[in-house]
């Protein structure tokens, strides 16, 4: 490659980075709106990891957590203190990453720059990547490994240098420390192995230490939080997977095969006809992906598909060996490997955070239909080009503003965003701190609604917290100083306080979005 064209690949890349960058950061402050109390007990986890000195490998409240991201979560609180940018640092960061990886990885799948180019354009303007990216889920990290790892793996079986495996095992092997949904992933390296098998003559005799120091690296990496799901506390691998699986009679009814077709069919459909209908996940009830990627992406799936299917039979039918087989069925097994998660469970359904290390395969498998139209564009004829060249000018303009204008212009000023994110919590979390320190804060509110109050101010005395039904063993050593919050209109915990301290004022607190709540005070 040309110096000159590999300084406009460059330029360009840095500019892709820069936008992915700029749009998962900005008013990280602002939008969401609030801290989810998901979240927010990853904040508080990682206070407690900092004030103990305790990092955990597995984090048990919530359903359980596995523990690299609230770890790296704690690091980034420690530095610049508990706000909501700290709490999201990583899943910037990582989100972030996660372009670059997607470029280099479309790359050497294609061996083609300008289609890295494509699909890191694509993940840096998608709203499904910006809105993780933004939120601070261990669940982003999923794509991020997956990139890489897969990088150099496909890096390595064209270098054959072994420094390349062991990076790609080494990342790899992070994966289970992660998200749950990473552990299906080794049916990509299945799918994948059993297709170098039958595309490259000699494959185990030439490859065999490759594949040993890749698994040696994984396995090094992937040590401790093994040990401590089969041989600590098994436990913890269990988590909630079978209280939700469709493969449990309670779930499915008895209709196993009937509810598999409507959870696996809602899980394709979601990237092009209706997404997650959950506004933490998606902007329902709209698609995944924006139109155009979404079209795209359907045409490159049924590409990659028959042209697996076509590869395949000629191998096995006529002895043909094509290594191309090997990207075809890489991207068909990520694909399938990764929605396993959404489609065996049947709860969310479509579930744009269970599928999320889809990301990168869809994203990939996108650019297809874009290189195609590239490589036949010089053999169009001049008007046509001309009309390419538009619509495609028109298309990438489109996909730039679609998605961000989305997100932080109807996404960020709709109510109900305020309302699943529970906005109302972190105006409470304000409103504590304009209190005088000295004066008693009662807030009245459930376990996981008080987590974002906490996380926030850890350290405002005279901050007591009772559930509803708990109102009865208020005692504050002057009432008529103290200030009883609540985050939630429980009118039975309200009537009881105002009739024992009737010389309190009652006030409900709402603002242009709607997020409410309640006090009671002097």
Same mark, same amino acid.
């Given at each position: 490659?040309? $110096? ?50 305790? =990092? +955990? ?35 910037? $960061? ?8 997607? /470029? ?5 799948? /294609?061996?083609? +720059? ?65 998200y749950i949904a990473f552990r299906v992933s080794p049916l990509v390296l299945v799918a994948l192995f059993a297709s170098l098998i039958i595309t490259r003559k000699n494959f185990l005799a030439n490859y065999w230490k490759h594949v ?23 436990q913890h691998y269990a988590s909630r997977t079978s209280e939700v699986s469709i493969l449990s009679p309670e779930v499915n009814q008895g209709h196993l095969a009937s509810s598999l077709a409507k959870t696996f069919g809602l899980s ?30 359907? $045409? ?74 590239? +490589? +036949? =564009? ?29 997100? /932080? ?33 009662? $807030? ?79």
């Open positions: 490659m040309k $110096i000159k064209q590999k300084n406009i690949i460059f330029g360009l890349l840095l500019a892709i980075l820069i936008a992915a960058f700029a749009l998962r950061v900005t008013n990280i402050k602002n939008i969401p709106a609030g801290i989810y109390p998901d979240e927010a007990q990853n904040g508080v986890d990682a206070q407690l990891a900092n004030s103990t000195g305790e =990092y +955990k490998l597995f984090y048990e409240s919530n359903n359980g957590r596995e523990g690299l991201f609230i770890n790296l979560q704690a690091l980034s609180i420690k530095t610049f203190g508990p706000t909501e940018f700290a709490l999201k640092l990583w899943s910037i $960061i990582f989100g972030t990453l996660t372009v670059l990886g997607v /470029f280099l990885l479309t790359s050497e799948l /294609f061996q083609n +720059k300008v289609a890295g180019l494509v699909g890191a354009y694509l993940i840096a303007f998608s709203y499904w990547a910006i809105n993780f990216s933004r939120i601070g889920f261990r669940a982003i990290m999923v794509p991020f490994l997956l990139s890489f790892s897969f990088y150099f793996l496909f890096k390595g079986l064209r270098t054959r240098k072994l420094h390349d495996f062991i990076i790609a095992g080494l990342i790899y092997g992070l994966g289970v420390h992660t040993a120091v890749f698994s040696a690296a994984m396995f090094i990496a992937a040590a401790p939080m093994l040990l401590d799901f089969f041989v600590w506390n098994p394709v459909q979601k990237y092009f006809i209706m997404g997650d209908l959950n506004m933490r996940h998606n902007y329902a009830p709209y698609a995944l992906l924006n139109p155009i990627t979404g079209v795209a992406f359907l $045409i490159g799936l049924i590409y990659v598909a028959s042209k697996a299917l076509h590869l395949f039979w000629l191998r096995i039918r006529k002895g043909v060996r094509d290594e191309k087989l090997d990207v075809y069925i890489f991207l068909l097994a990520w694909f399938i490997a990764l929605l396993i998660p959404e489609f065996l469970a049947n709860e969310g359904n479509p579930h744009a955070l269970r599928s999320i290390g889809t990301l990168p395969a869809v994203i990939i498998i996108s650019v297809i239909p874009f290189m195609w139209i590239l +490589k +036949k =564009y010089n053999s169009f004829g001049h008007g046509f080009r001309i009309f390419i060249f538009s619509t495609m000018i028109a298309a990438f303009a489109f996909i730039a503003l679609a998605d961000p204008i989305k997100y /932080f212009f109807y996404f960020a000023n709709s109510p109900k965003q305020h309302e699943v994110f529970d906005a109302n919590l972190r105006v409470v979390s304000d409103y504590i701190r304009g209190i005088p320190q000295g004066q008693e804060k009662y $807030i009245i509110t459930g376990s996981m609604q008080r987590l974002p109050i906490k996380y926030l101010n850890p350290t405002i005395s005279n901050t007591f917290y009772l559930y509803p039904g708990e109102v009865e063993s208020i005692s504050p050593s002057n009432p008529d100083s103290a200030v009883f919050i609540f985050t939630g209109a429980d009118w039975d915990a309200i009537n009881y306080l105002r009739t024992k301290y009737s010389t309190l004022t009652f006030q409900e607190h709402r603002n242009s979005f709607g997020d409410t709540f309640y006090t009671l005070k002097k």
